[in-house]
């Protein structure tokens, strides 16, 4: 089944503990991105890869790191979580010229 | 990448045709209109894409009239099922393109009732 998968779905972490959120499709697609969803603000890009070892910011970078390592993973690193960073992400990918982007089922990030 | 304008929300019944209009009036000669959905919780689901006229599916159809300065996604006849957020995107397809960054507008909340 195609598909995207992001772990873990949720977590409740504390200021300053850096964690990753894994980001895995079996499409072959080469475009990925990750999103956060916040209340009022919608959808907003934080990062997004064009392939392997290529990516580039989104709107909304601060705080945030990534790595294409393979053509299947792209994590989202944060180094040092900040409560501002409480918030719905989601993983995406598509085949790079089209708009037909699937989603992942979400992490929900609480930082306290 | 032009920007979008849709109605906050919209309500209706279930059985009835939806018409959900976006409008883009910056849009450029190379860019295509995507629709999708999203229910809460969960991620969006793409609805429909297309470039000019009309484009149906199993789903949907989008109307894009000659200029292109807006679209309208119409659902028919709606069930409980279709109450979601629905969002309309406009960029262009070419590889490694600013096309990679995708931007989502606010969204049309659509709320169907019994």
């Known amino acids: 089944e195609a598909q995207v998968t992001q772990n873990p779905r949720y977590l409740i972490t504390v200021t300053g503990k850096k964690l990753t959120v894994t980001c895995s499709q079996n499409?072959?697609?080469?475009?990925m991105s990750w999103y956060r969803q916040d209340p009022g603000l919608g959808l907003r890009q934080i990062y997004y890869?064009?392939?392997?070892?290529?990516?580039d910011k989104g709107d909304v970078p601060e705080g945030y790191k990534v790595s294409r390592k393979e053509k299947r993973n792209f994590p989202l690193i944060l180094e040092s979580p900040s409560p501002n960073q409480t918030s719905l992400y989601f993983c995406?990918?598509?085949?790079?010229?089209?708009?037909?982007?699937?989603f992942g089922p979400g992490t929900r990030l609480t930082v306290t | 990448l032009a920007k979008t304008t849709q109605p906050i929300s919209m309500d209706s019944y279930e059985g009835q045709e939806v018409n959900i209009t976006c409008s883009h009036n910056n849009i450029a000669t190379n860019d295509y209109i995507t629709w999708y959905q999203q229910f809460p919780s969960q991620g969006p689901r793409f609805i429909i894409q297309?470039?000019?006229t009309k484009v149906t599916n199993e789903v949907a159809s989008l109307f894009i009239p000659a200029d292109r300065k807006s679209s309208t996604l119409s659902l028919p006849r709606v069930s409980l099922s279709d109450t979601a957020v629905y969002y309309c995107l406009v960029g262009p397809q070419e590889r490694y393109s600013s096309a990679s960054k995708i931007i989502f507008g606010s969204g049309t909340r659509l709320s169907i009732r019994p």
């Open positions: 890869s064009m392939n392997v070892e290529v990516t």
């Open positions: 995406a990918s598509r085949v790079n010229r089209n708009y037909e982007q699937y």
């Open positions: 297309g470039y000019k």
């Open positions: 499409m072959n697609h080469e475009y």
